[in-house]
């Protein structure tokens, strides 16, 4: 009996002790330039069905593809195709506080589409609804727990927090992970599109821009101190692997971007959800399959098309570093868990 009391305290002061995250890919709710289109009753509902596991985490993240503002002139030239700009009202970041969102990375190739006045709308926007935001000069920080933690955000821009930067990206999560306790990476990166599904150890370009290394960035800022990497850009899911005894998401797709980007796998919206003990060790985590449906439904799929994406590229681009795999989307830290029944 002394036993199994001990074997009880010594699991709840585990369980305790865990650092539960999620994080998902691109959000876009909508835009009102060149044109409106905003998702049916204002957006009130496009994240009810999800809403529920998203606020099921200590820390819940995700990448603001694009400005919230109703100012400023946009700074691109759409008219030269295949050049997207985005405003959404600021209204909307009420309905990402109401999520469970915690932290949105803002260190992407759309966030100065309506230039300062529209970076400038968009954090006022977020501070007001008590979100946490990620640039060149804001870093995320949280207590929880009795941890500090610190997000760092970088992307494929060769200015600030730069993934084409590794020697720079290395000094600056090494300097934060004496800070901290716990040091997650962001970075928006690497091409786009389903040419650029699978994820290799090499410099990518799209449109003629490089997008940096992703893997190289990756596995340098863990060396550094970094205990996990979630990526975004590439509009699809990528593989996920374990480096150290850390998590690298490679590229969580699209979340929500309305009226954009949901054929195919590009409307897979996957949900990773991280277990990470208290040196920042990955235990294990889950990817639940969501999936965007034209008229701005975000719903849960129950065929788990990106668990089944994301599996597989993370057995073939990874074959060595690709964690375990169960039937039912969990991700366990070792291949070798897996038990023959869920091979």
Avoid at 36 to 43: E, I
Avoid at 63 to 72: A, F, I, R, S
Avoid at 302 to 307: D, K
């Amino acid at each position: 009996m002394k036993e199994i009391l001990i074997l009880l305290l010594f699991a709840g002061l585990l369980f305790s002790d865990t650092l539960r995250i999620v994080a998902v890919g691109d959000i876009m709710m909508g835009t009102t330039y060149p044109e409106v289109r905003l998702p049916p009753d204002d957006g009130k509902k496009i994240f009810t069905v999800v809403a529920e596991i998203l606020k099921d985490a200590d820390l819940t993240m995700g990448n603001l593809e694009g400005p919230l503002t109703d100012k400023g002139e946009c700074t691109k030239k759409i008219e030269k195709g295949k050049v997207y700009a985005f405003r959404t009202p600021p209204r909307y970041a009420q309905y990402l506080a109401e999520a469970g969102f915690d932290f949105m990375n803002l260190k992407n190739n759309h966030i100065n589409d309506f230039g300062t006045e529209g970076l400038t709308s968009t954090i006022h926007a977020l501070n007001e609804w008590g979100i946490q935001y990620g640039t060149d000069e804001k870093n995320g920080e949280f207590i929880v727990k009795n941890r500090k933690i610190c997000i760092i955000s970088f992307s494929q821009a060769p200015w600030g927090n730069s993934i084409l930067d590794i020697s720079g990206a290395q000094r600056t999560v090494a300097q934060k992970a004496k800070e901290y306790d716990i040091v997650i990476v962001t970075f928006h990166g690497g091409g786009e599109g389903t040419n650029f599904l699978h994820t290799k150890d090499t410099i990518e370009y799209f449109l003629g821009q490089p997008r940096g290394n992703v893997v190289k960035f990756s596995r340098a800022v863990i060396d550094s101190g970094a205990d996990l990497v979630w990526g975004h850009g590439p509009h699809v899911p990528r593989a996920i692997e374990i480096y150290k005894d850390r998590l690298i998401a490679y590229s969580l797709g699209n979340f929500f971007t309305y009226g954009f980007n949901i054929e195919g796998c590009r409307g897979y919206a996957p949900i990773l959800r991280v277990a990470l003990d208290s040196t920042g060790i990955f235990i294990e985590g889950e990817i639940i399959s969501a999936v965007q449906r034209p008229g701005g439904i975000l719903e849960i799929d129950s065929l788990q098309c990106a668990f089944n994406l994301i599996k597989n590229l993370s057995l073939e681009d990874f074959p060595e570093t690709a964690p375990a795999f169960t039937k039912d989307g969990k991700i366990l830290s070792r291949r070798r868990d897996v038990s023959p029944l869920d091979k």
